[in-house]
């Protein structure tokens, strides 16, 4: 039998609301599988455990996260608490520290589920968003503050290394699914330093390593429009951090929005363990009121089960989300129903069931 052991962050918001889905989604496949067991442990570091102890996770924190084969998370993010303390204390040490150079987002559309766009064609990509580095660093200062001539200096920093890596992570991922072409963003005619050092890093590696596959690169202001007006076109798509971040969202409302997307901040050496996390955050406007659409958290866990080896499991748990939605009888109001958090997670567990 093999255990892994899972370190489960709820977090703030409708996080805990998603995330208690979630659970019971991978406990139920644990009941099918003798081979497969979860040994879950919970984390109550959030907005409310940085009002009482003054520090989101404790000093040790990462230490403790280290020694587990996976994080699953859920959000974070509170009215009373800077986001310098959610964002730069808790979530960017993880992904830094744990070397998630990786943040991988699916866009995919779901049977049943309609899109903005008229052209109702599938779409079906992948984004992976540089997630270490780039343009979210904390170099830089102000200066002159209160004065008219106050200024702001923000440094995005971009390695070599750092470009081969997620440039690498996306090549193999589209070698390893049958893709034949990747699409880099960038904007090289303006920010002449690092997204010079970008392109020429993105194409080295496809030459040198991936001489199979083609290349696509294109200014991120054609690229947005693009993602618009012919989504199918794009199998995987490699971008910086801050380019990547708005990709994401993009793609998200392209295929039924942040209710129904997962992400993946992935260590592709495996030396630290990944996390997996819905796009969506705390959203404090529905907190409380029973009423999140849980299937981004759902299928982030699945995301999980399929990087820690459990492909099957994962293939088992997005066939239950297209089932329901199809069926289209419980649905969230993010999606144009009723149905509450826990009976959406009760739908995706009977439709797991069925499949046993
Ligand atoms: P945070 O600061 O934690 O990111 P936020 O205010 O930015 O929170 P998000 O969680 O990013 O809010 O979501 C933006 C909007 O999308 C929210 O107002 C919410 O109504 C909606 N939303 C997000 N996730 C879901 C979900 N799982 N189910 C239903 N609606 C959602
Ligand atoms: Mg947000």
Request: net charge negative; glycine share 8%.
């Amino acid at each position: 039998m093999t255990t892994y052991k899972i370190a489960v962050i709820a977090g703030d918001g409708i996080g805990k609301e998603v995330m208690a889905e979630a659970l019971r989604v991978m406990e139920v496949l644990q009941q099918y599988d003798a081979d497969f067991k979860l040994q879950l442990e919970e984390f109550p570091w959030s907005s409310d455990y940085y009002l009482e102890h003054g520090e989101i996770m404790p000093k040790d924190g990462l230490d403790q996260l280290k020694k587990f084969d996976a994080i699953l998370f859920g959000a974070i993010g509170d009215a009373r608490v800077p986001d310098e303390v959610t964002i730069w204390e808790l979530i960017m040490p993880i992904r830094k520290q744990f070397k998630q150079y990786v943040n991988f987002r699916p866009v995919k559309s779901l049977k049943g589920i309609g899109s903005p766009l008229k052209n109702g064609k599938d779409i079906d990509f992948v984004i992976f968003r540089e997630n270490a580095e780039g343009e979210y660093s904390n170099s830089g200062g102000r200066m002159f503050e209160g004065q008219a001539d106050e200024m702001a200096v923000q440094n995005t920093i971009m390695t070599r290394k750092g470009i081969e890596n997620i440039t690498r992570a996306a090549a193999q991922y589209a070698v390893a699914h049958g893709k034949q072409k990747v699409t880099s963003a960038t904007k090289s005619n303006a920010v002449i330093h690092t997204l010079k050092l970008w392109d020429e890093h993105v194409k080295q590696v496809l030459a040198e390593e991936f001489p199979d596959l083609q290349l696509e690169s294109n200014y991120i202001d054609a690229l947005v429009a693009y993602f618009v007006e012919r989504p199918q076109s794009f199998e995987v798509v490699v971008a910086s951090n801050l380019f990547g971040d708005i990709l994401s969202d993009l793609g998200s409302s392209l295929v039924g929005g942040l209710g129904l997307s997962p992400s993946a901040n992935i260590n592709p050496e495996k030396d630290y363990p990944s996390m997996f996390e819905p796009v969506h955050g705390s959203a404090p406007d529905i907190a409380g009121r029973g009423i999140a659409n849980p299937i981004a958290q759902i299928w982030s866990a699945a995301l999980m089960l399929s990087h820690l080896g459990r492909p099957d499991l994962a293939e088992k748990i997005v066939l239950a989300i297209e089932h329901v939605l199809l069926d289209g009888e419980v649905r969230t109001k993010d999606i144009g129903g009723s149905a509450s958090t826990t009976e959406m997670g009760d739908a995706i567990i009977e439709k797991i069931n069925a499949q046993m």
